[in-house]
């Protein structure tokens, strides 16, 4: 089993949709999560972190289940913009995983 | 946060030579990550670079293929060495941990 796995994808949405990213880890012992978003042939950059109690970042939303092991990410009224890959990010200790990334592209 | 320089931005590389890629951070920082992203695909951890010891290699990477040098707290470089078509890839530094991860530029290779 993948330390991190999230839905295949790609998601085509049209703007305005609200849409929503699921990811799983298998290391019980993570304790920091992440949205990561990368754009096409840039690097990663951060997105939002990802809190047991759920946090809310405008039009973004992380939820946490740790006995799941499960992450989430939705998007509300889905902009243009907003296309690009999703990653989930686990630290289990000091190393960074990935998961394998999800494609979203918002059609006008 | 920390801001990374990496260096080449891209090249492209005869197969069968080296290619040994920098990077340099404006902060001194413990631990230094190496990731590879093949077209279509996530970042792959390549290892682990700490000051002052040899690089931990993740399953799949050897340091005969992937040798990295962490000479201080702010720089490292990762060397793709004997290279192939299959090496054609964007490598990644970044640092980081619990709160976040930086990443530099990354650079984009092609082997011919």
């Known amino acids: 089993r993948k330390e991190v796995e999230q839905d295949p994808g790609p998601f085509n949405v049209p703007e305005g949709a609200t849409v929503a990213f699921n990811c799983t880890y298998s290391?019980?012992?993570?304790?920091?999560f992440f949205w990561y978003r990368q754009d096409c042939r840039k690097e990663p950059k951060l997105l939002m972190s990802?809190?047991?109690s759920g946090n809310e970042d405008g039009r973004f939303t992380a939820q946490l289940n740790r006995a799941s092991q499960y992450i989430s990410l939705l998007i509300r009224d889905s902009k243009l913009s907003d296309s690009a890959t999703y990653l989930c990010?686990?630290?289990?200790?000091?190393?960074?995983?990935f998961g394998p990334g999800t494609s979203l592209s918002v059609i006008p | 946060s920390a801001v990374i320089s990496q260096k080449p931005s891209r090249d492209i590389c005869q197969r069968g030579t080296s290619l040994t890629i920098q990077c340099q951070v404006d902060?001194?920082?413990?631990?230094m990550f190496w990731y590879r992203q093949q077209p279509g695909q996530s970042l792959t951890l390549i290892a682990t670079?700490?000051?002052?010891?040899?690089?931990?290699?993740e399953s799949g990477f050897v340091i005969d293929k992937f040798p990295i040098s962490r000479p201080n707290l702010t720089f490292s470089t990762l060397t793709v060495s004997n290279m192939s078509p299959e090496d054609s890839s964007i490598y990644l530094c970044?640092?980081?941990?619990?709160?976040?991860?930086?990443f530099g530029q990354g650079t984009r290779l092609t082997v011919v």
């Open positions: 902060s001194q920082v413990t631990m």
């Open positions: 670079a700490n000051q002052g010891s040899e690089a931990t290699y």
């Open positions: 970044s640092v980081g941990g619990q709160l976040e991860a930086f």
């Open positions: 990802v809190y047991s």
């Open positions: 990010v686990v630290i289990p200790y000091d190393k960074v995983i």
């Open positions: 290391n019980s012992a993570s304790q920091s």
